[in-house]
């Protein structure tokens, strides 16, 4: 719970998971290793009253997300909907099966913002990624296609591995399809990531390296495009404020419509997830077990409970820390000041040569 005399502020934004289903098989995917099946997802009138409620809360943008959105054949009425509640509407893409003509029918309908994964610079490791041939080329032409129709473009890039060398080539590549901004986002290890972790981590050497070049990046193309970055957080010092603080700025709903305070926090088994079949928006925002969980500082061990930054990271994130220490109140073991700390010398070494693809 929040802390006597808190204010628990509304939630700025809302991941609405449309759909698991997805032409892809990326070995970095953060959903679920237990997908929701098609027969469970929420239908569009629960998905439009969603909307309306988020904005009744004081939402103000949600992500359109999957899996791959596109596969929900109502995606055009689901994102009406969002846009006649006053939601500023991204659309999270993997690029396959939006075509030219469900373009024009989004743009209809209200959709604001275009978000394109890209795997990497070079057509056959970009394929390899992906899991799908003649992804490549598919997601570069969707790209020209959004940008022709004036949308605002993001590129996501998902950093590990195997691309983690061509983060100047993903940016020009950005530049090139004229996106206004390029996420270099290192990958999280939770879901298909965690399973593929030993494949997919970076050396220090590398991400070093990658840190640098992307300031580099910035200052050269400063003005031109937006370089948003997010490190590995086995590399770091101190944890990141995972979601700006459990259940205090976003909230994620299912495409069977359990509410989560973050995307990975199903992982949890002891918490409780209320649905929007049974429950209210604001009242899973306000009153849920799994939202307040973690709220607050009454629910922390040492050393999170007494450090100065207790207020800033909130002890890191959650999730996390559950996967690595079995403990979910435990502080993030990427915190150097965590008694778990040295559990990450070991994970960060681990080598695979190969993914495991989501069959």
């Known amino acids: ?66 899996g791959e959105p596109a596969a929900r054949l109502d995606l055009p009425e689901i994102t009406r909907a969002a846009h006649e509640a006053g939601l500023y509407t991204n ?11 469900k373009l024009d029918t989004l743009k209809d309908a209200g959709l604001d913002h275009i978000q394109i994964s890209m795997q990497d610079v070079d057509e056959a490791s970009a394929d390899r990624i992906a899991g799908y041939q003649g992804a490549f080329k598919r997601k ?3 790209a020209e296609e959004v ?33 206004s901004r390029v996420e270099i ?7 298909w990531a965690l399973k593929n972790r030993a494949a997919l981590m970076p050396s220090r050497e590398q991400v070093d390296h990658a840190v640098a070049e992307v300031e580099r990046l910035r200052a050269t193309h400063r003005g031109q495009i937006v370089i ?44 409780e997830f209320w649905s929007v079949r049974d429950h209210s928006l604001e ?35 959650r999730c996390q820390a559950f996967l690595l220490t079995g403990n979910a109140r435990a502080a993030d073991p990427v915190c150097h000041l965590s008694p778990d700390h040295g559990l990450l010398a070991d994970f960060v070494e681990e080598r695979e040569p190969e993914y495991a693809y989501r069959a």
């Open 185 to 191: 986002a290192h990958a999280q290890y939770y879901g």
């Open 147 to 179: 940008v022709k129709r004036g949308f605002p473009l993001t590129i996501n890039a998902v950093i590990h591995r195997a691309n983690i060398e061509n983060i100047a080539g993903l940016v020009e590549m950005a530049l090139a399809m004229h996106a």
């Open 1 to 66: 719970m929040l802390d006597p005399g808190s204010v628990l502020p509304p939630p700025a934004g809302m991941l609405a998971e449309l759909t698991h289903r997805c032409p892809l098989a990326c070995p970095y995917c953060s959903n679920p290793l237990a997908l929701d099946p098609k027969a469970s997802e929420l239908d569009t009138a629960t998905w439009a009253r969603v909307m309306q409620e988020a904005a009744a809360l004081g939402v103000l943008h949600v992500h359109l997300s999957g």
């Open 228 to 271: 948003d970055a997010i490190v590995p957080d086995y590399y770091a010092r101190f944890p990141k404020p995972c979601m700006g603080g459990w259940g205090r700025r976003s909230l994620n709903v299912t495409p069977a419509g359990r509410v989560l305070p973050c995307h990975a926090a199903e992982v949890i088994p002891s918490l």
């Open 91 to 101: 659309l999270i893409t993997s690029g396959i099966g939006v075509t030219s003509q």
């Open 283 to 317: 009242d899973i925002w306000r009153n849920s077990p799994a939202f307040n969980a973690f709220r607050g500082e009454e629910w922390m061990q040492e050393p999170c409970r007494s450090c100065a930054r207790r207020d800033q990271d909130f002890g890191g994130c």
């Open 140 to 142: 570069r032409a969707l």
